[in-house]
């Protein structure tokens, strides 16, 4: 008989649902409806927007490094000239993965830690000078994981 | 604008599939009242994720969706408090016996809850949930090879117990 151990196991039927649970799904049809999945990234975006922004803020509010000062403040020190960004480049020194965050309850996001080398050039209204800066800077990039 | 299914569509696929999303709940619960929980908690789930108005979410969904609050409910200590107050999943009968079937369905029965859980699990998609072995794979986080062996082991190790109890 073992031989036909596959067909004896396809003849079994799971057992029915006991009545009380089966009404019961029949009742859940109504928080079925199917979220769209533009409505389930608009969410994740807007959960990564209010992450980013908070990193931003903090940055922009945290106390210069003493003798480096912000890209915004060179141009109008310069003795009255006036400098403007002509080019910029940006390399990636470093990624790191910091961790998983949780900006909604299921829904996790790696938080990964990029640091940049800002390469900035600017040239004096008149064309008489130019002036170059480079920095580094810290970025931290919430990636929404899809989880199921 | 979302839309909830239509009742009839709703109503006729708990009818084909209930059972089987069940079936596959218990295993993977530690409890009756937990099964009933993750049954229904992952059916509205699966359609808010994978459904559509007039299309219902694919199995595998359903299956893996199950599997992962059923992890969920594991971890929760409120729960455990419960389930220590509730039967055991081994006292209900997770098949329709016929009655001409005399007692080997029940010792068959009996044998496919004996078998170690990585064997089960694999053997409940495969027949009852009629998945294939890329799709159990996708599931359960393996390989399609891994899959087919743990199958194969899995029947062979119902054979030898079948052989033991009706030679």
């Known amino acids: 008989m073992s031989d036909d151990i596959e067909q004896r196991l396809s003849r079994l039927r799971p ?8 009404g019961a799904c029949r009742s859940a049809r109504s928080t079925a409806a199917p979220v769209k999945s533009s409505l389930r990234w608009w969410l994740n975006g807007l959960a990564a927007a209010i992450l980013i922004s908070g990193l931003i803020a903090y940055s922009l509010h945290r106390p210069a490094t003493p003798g ?4 915004a403040h060179i141009p109008v020190q310069q003795m009255g000239r006036v400098y403007t960004p002509v080019e910029s480049l940006n390399h990636l020194l470093e990624v790191d993965e910091v961790g998983i965050v949780f900006p909604e309850p299921d829904r996790p996001c790696r938080l990964v830690r990029c640091v940049w080398l800002d390469d900035n050039t600017y040239h004096e209204r008149t064309g008489a000078s130019t002036l170059r800066m480079t920095q580094s800077r810290e970025q931290f990039v919430p990636v929404p994981l899809e989880i199921y | 604008m979302d839309t909830i299914p239509a009742p009839d569509l709703w109503n006729s696929w708990l009818a084909q599939n209930a059972s089987k999303f069940f079936l596959y709940a218990r295993q993977q619960a530690r409890s009756e009242a937990d099964a009933e929980d993750i049954l229904q908690e992952s059916l509205v789930e ?6 559509q108005a007039n299309q219902p979410p694919a199995a595998a969904l359903v299956f ?3 599997r992962r609050r059923a992890i969920d409910f594991a971890r929760s200590a409120d729960r455990r408090a419960k389930r220590e107050l509730d039967h055991g999943v081994s006292a209900a009968r997770w098949f329709t016996i016929s009655d001409g079937a005399g007692s080997i369905d029940l010792e068959l029965e009996d044998a496919v809850k004996g078998l170690p859980e990585i064997y089960r699990e694999v053997i409940t998609l495969k027949v009852w949930g009629e998945l294939t072995f890329a799709e159990i794979a996708d599931v359960l986080k393996l390989s399609p090879n ?3 062996s743990r199958y194969r082991y899995g029947i062979d190790h119902l054979r030898q117990v079948m052989k033991a109890v009706a030679p």
């Open chain 2, 146 to 148: 891994t899959a087919a």
């Open chain 2, 64 to 66: 893996a969706t199950i």
């Open chain 1, 15 to 22: 057992a029915a649902l006991p009545p009380g649970l089966m």
């Open chain 2, 46 to 51: 699966s359609w808010q994720r994978g459904g």
């Open chain 1, 68 to 71: 480096r000062p912000s890209v």
